[in-house]
């Protein structure tokens, strides 16, 4: 049986998510160049729509507007929240293909679906993150900070940018650092005996939480910092550097992570100083 504040929670989250969905500001083809929305979408574009890393389509005419370094053209914004946004404007972009082939239906002449759907990430990955604290403190038992958690959630500008700037990094960075703090949870924890798995994805997701923000290097830290704040309810003996998948799995998102770095700017470096100095 669902307990009545269960009940509560889940209607206030239905009410808020209805109060919040607004559709007038999708109807449109893409973000306009040359901003930081469209920095995040022509990620995203190139990756589903074009299938390849080459922003010439994206910025056609704005070259000299963003990062152009010998003719290596980029947007400045970089393509971690591209990356997770992609699946949805994939789907979108299917779903204009679908209307157009079998119904002779032009989606773009009255609702874009890319874009519908893009929208839709950030919302999702919103309410993620707050899935995946609210499990975390649960595992924790320290459920008397969840509503806490919910009211920082929902009373900072996190909804702003889930519901209206949805192109923006914010609500990708706080889905990157939530899923940290639950994989770290997850290797650390008495209940887990195999979490070799938990070793090899977290220095995964810090990579791609350095692709969202090349600056959030405070994240190879968040493993640490979590032990230290909630060793007497963690395995003390649970340890990242003896495990062989962690190393496995730093070396290839390190390789990863250059490699997506270097065939989008033409550089390897960690530094966004370069991107912005050579931007328009």
């Not at 990756?47 to 947007?75: M, T």
């Not at 929240?81 to 032009?106: H, K």
């Not at 923006?168 to 639950?182: D, G, K, P, Q, R």
Request: glycine residues 4%.
């Amino acid at each position: 049986m669902i307990s009545p504040n269960k009940k509560y929670l889940t209607l206030f989250f239905l009410l808020f998510f209805l109060i919040l969905l607004r559709t007038d500001y999708r109807f449109i083809e893409k973000p306009l160049c040359c901003g930081d929305d469209h920095d995040y979408f022509s990620h995203a574009e190139t990756l589903v729509i074009d299938f390849d890393l080459d922003y010439s389509n994206q910025l056609a005419g704005f070259e000299n507007k963003r990062y152009n370094n010998l003719g290596r053209i980029a947007p400045k914004g970089f393509i971690g929240t591209g990356l997770l946004a992609a699946p949805f404007l994939f789907l979108g972009s299917m779903i204009d293909n679908l209307l157009l082939r079998f119904m002779d239906f032009d989606p773009n002449k009255v609702f874009n679906y890319k874009i519908l759907l893009y929208s839709l990430s950030s919302i999702f990955y919103f309410f993620v993150s707050i899935f995946l604290i609210h499990k975390t403190l649960y595992k924790l038992k320290i459920e008397s900070k969840i509503n806490h958690i919910l009211l920082i959630f929902l009373g900072s500008g996190l909804p702003y940018f889930a519901f209206e700037r949805y192109s923006m990094t914010h609500v990708y960075e706080i889905f990157s650092i939530s899923l940290l703090f639950y994989l770290s949870y997850k290797f650390y924890s008495f209940e887990e005996k195999n979490n070799k798995i938990y070793a090899f994805l977290i220095p995964a997701v810090m990579v791609l939480s350095l692709l969202v923000r090349w600056t959030n290097y405070y994240v190879l830290l968040l493993p640490i910092i979590f032990k230290l704040l909630f060793i007497s309810k963690l395995d003390k003996s649970a340890s990242l550097l003896k495990m062989l998948s962690t190393y496995i799995s730093l070396v290839l998102s390190f390789v990863s992570y250059l490699f997506i770095n270097y065939s989008i700017y033409g550089f390897v470096g960690i530094n966004p100083n370069k991107i912005y100095s050579d931007a328009g």
